[in-house]
Structures are given as C-alpha cells and as structure tokens.
C-alpha cells in the first residue's frame, strides 16, 4: 500500500548529539513536509521542498536541517543546536504544491533527551 | 499573517451526542482553502474534509458536517452520533493561495473525548 513511512517510532537524544528521523514516501508525491507538534499544541512548520535538491525553511527551522536528495525520502537531522527538542514529529507530502491539495502524514517520530 | 484559531481545548461527550468543533480562521488572502484533520491516538494525521474559500455549500459525508460562514471566518465541524472510536484529537488548518509550497496552518487542536 502507497503511504509515508517515518522512523524510528521513538528515539532518544542524548546532549550534544545529532540525531536523524526518516521520512520515506511511496506516494510520488512532489512535496515533502516536516512539522513538529508539542504537547497540547498544533503543528508548526519546520522545513518543506517542494521538488528534489530544494528546500525551505518553515516557521522554526533554528536547530534543524534537512536534505532532499531523492523524491521519496526527506530526512530531517535535529542539531545539538535545537535546545528544546523533545517533541513529536510528522512527515508529510502532497501530490504537488499546487495550492489546496490536503498533505498526507506518517504515523510520527516521538524524540526526547536522555 | 494567517491564524487559526480552535477554542475548545477538549470536549468530552456520551455516545451517540451530536459534537460541534469551532474554528475561526483569519487571513488576508481572498482565495485559500479549509481542512479538517483527525489525529487518533496513535498519532498519525488522517485527512477529513476540505473547503476552498469560494464554495461556501455546506455539506454532509456520513456522520460528517461541516458549516463554512466566510461573513464570521469560521468553519465549524459536526460529528452526528458520536461513537468511541471518534475519540481522538481533530485539527483545523488553512492554507492560503499567497503561500508558497501549499503550506498549512494549524489550530491548536480540539480533544474529543467520547464515553460509552
């Protein structure tokens, strides 16, 4: 079945560390998201790309990088920079970037510090 | 800028009650578009219903309604008949047509909370 696929389910941090989440889709699905949902709280915005070798930063990007070097996969890397990253994360995508298309999600990446 | 705005932090209800989310949404855009997201407790966002900013039909789908008023810039969601397995938490969202990259905007977020 055609869906997005995020891991790990949980993973721990420990300080001064970077740690990787996995986004993989098999949806061909043009554009890629990263969000970040704290407890009680909405999704806010951290990277997208739109196509393959672009991306943009979203509404709190400090502490994170990402990378798009395939159209299935957009990985998101937490920086010893990011001081606060416990939180849960979403992966998702949309067919295009057309305006309007509903964003399709993984099933989430939950990161606290050790 | 755009903002969304979901009052109701939880909403506890029995089942079978009828259970209406508000969502009031601000925008400067004239074209842009409406959704509702599911979040159960197992954490994926699962897709509902959306609305662009010129059909303000309002509509049913099942146990789903949804009435859209762009004169008070809401977008209110009904669920008829609850059942427990509507037990989860359900997001507003918008997305403006000034937006690059299709880019949400989300509400904080209504818990729903339906006891047998």
């Known amino acids: 079945d055609g869906g997005i696929t995020q891991s790990p389910k949980y993973l721990f941090r420990k300080e001064g560390q970077n740690v990787t989440l996995s986004c993989e889709q098999n949806?061909?699905?043009?554009?890629m998201y990263w969000y970040r949902q704290d407890p009680g709280q909405g999704l806010r915005l951290i990277y997208y790309?739109?196509?393959?070798?672009?991306?943009q930063k979203g509404d709190i990007a400090e502490g994170y990088s990402v990378s798009r070097e395939k159209k299935e996969s957009f990985p998101l890397t937490v920086t010893s920079a990011q001081k606060n990253p416990t939180a849960f994360y979403l992966c998702?995508?949309?067919?295009?970037?057309?305006?309007?298309?509903?964003?399709?999600f993984g099933d989430g990446t939950r990161l606290s510090i050790l | 800028a755009q903002k969304v705005t979901q009052a109701q932090t939880e909403i506890s209800v029995v089942e079978k009650e009828d259970v209406t989310l508000d969502c009031v949404y601000e925008?400067?855009?004239?074209?842009?578009?409406l959704f509702w997201y599911k979040q159960p407790p197992s954490g994926e966002l699962v897709f509902l219903i959306r609305r662009n900013s010129f059909d303000e039909q309002n509509e049913i789908s099942g146990r789903y309604s949804w009435n859209f008023q762009k004169s008070t810039s809401s977008f209110n969601f009904t669920i008829t008949a609850s059942q427990v397995v509507d037990s989860a938490v359900y997001f507003c969202?918008?997305?403006?047509?000034?937006?690059?990259?299709?880019?949400?905007?989300f509400g904080g977020g209504t818990r729903v909370l339906v006891k047998p």
């Open positions: 790309s739109q196509i393959v070798n672009d991306f």
């Open positions: 925008t400067r855009d004239t074209t842009y578009y």
């Open positions: 949806l061909n699905h043009d554009a």
């Open positions: 998702a995508s949309s067919p295009q970037p057309a305006q309007g298309q509903p964003q399709h």
């Open positions: 969202a918008l997305s403006e047509r000034g937006a690059a990259g299709n880019k949400l905007t």
